[in-house]
């Protein structure tokens, strides 16, 4: 398992979790069951890939811009999760959110996928792929453990 493979266990969980709430009835029990699980699943997601694939990945000139992106999207999703909490789930303005969110956590996995990961594997050495992967595993798990609790 590499870093990449790693991180791609969580894109597609992500993907599912957003399938299934937008498909879901609207305020309801399982539309509020999902936005819970997409939102726990992508702040371990983020705050885990931030230490244990963007940070390291910092150290490197050419992968300092795609760091900054990725990490700046991020915050940017958070504020929508936020933005969401506090609307009325009944409200219609509460579905575009939803939508919005949606496609935003869409937009970002495609361009991490598609862009930053190839970019990062021409300056991560295999070495270091590998460790990341155990390094990020271990802090998901370990973030997912925190929000249970
Ligand atoms: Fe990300
Ligand atoms: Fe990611």
Same mark, same amino acid.
């Given at each position: &398992?590499?870093?990449? $493979?790693?991180?791609?266990?969580?894109?597609?969980?992500? =993907?599912?979790?957003?399938?299934?709430?937008?498909?879901?009835?609207?305020?309801?029990? *399982?539309?509020?069951?999902?936005?819970?699980?997409?939102?726990?699943? #992508?702040?371990a997601?983020?705050?885990a890939?931030?230490? @244990?694939?963007?940070?390291?990945? &910092?150290?490197?000139? *050419?992968?300092?811009? #795609?760091? =900054?992106?990725?990490?700046?999207?991020?915050?940017? &999703?958070?504020? &929508?999760?936020?933005?969401?909490? *506090?609307?009325?789930?009944?409200?219609?303005?509460?579905?575009? @959110? @939803?939508?919005?969110? @949606?496609?935003?956590?869409?937009?970002? #996995?495609?361009?991490? *996928?598609?862009?930053?990961?190839? !970019?990062?594997?021409?300056? #991560?050495?295999?070495? !270091?792929? $590998?460790?990341?992967?155990?390094?990020?595993e271990?802090e998901f798990t370990?973030? =997912?453990?925190? !929000?249970?609790?």
């Amino acid at each position: &398992m590499n870093i990449f $493979q790693a991180l791609l266990v969580s894109h597609q969980t992500q =993907r599912e979790l957003s399938a299934r709430l937008l498909e879901s009835k609207q305020a309801s029990d *399982e539309s509020r069951h999902l936005f819970e699980e997409l939102k726990s699943e #992508l702040a371990a997601h983020e705050t885990a890939e931030e230490r @244990c694939f963007y940070v390291p990945l &910092m150290q490197h000139d *050419e992968s300092v811009d #795609l760091s =900054r992106h990725a990490i700046a999207e991020h915050h940017e &999703m958070d504020e &929508m999760v936020e933005h969401l909490e *506090e609307l009325d789930p009944h409200a219609v303005e509460w579905s575009v @959110c @939803c939508q919005e969110l @949606c496609d935003k956590i869409e937009h970002h #996995l495609k361009e991490e *996928e598609e862009k930053f990961f190839p !970019q990062a594997g021409e300056v #991560l050495s295999e070495e !270091q792929k $590998q460790q990341l992967a155990v390094d990020y595993e271990a802090e998901f798990t370990a973030l =997912r453990i925190k !929000q249970e609790a």
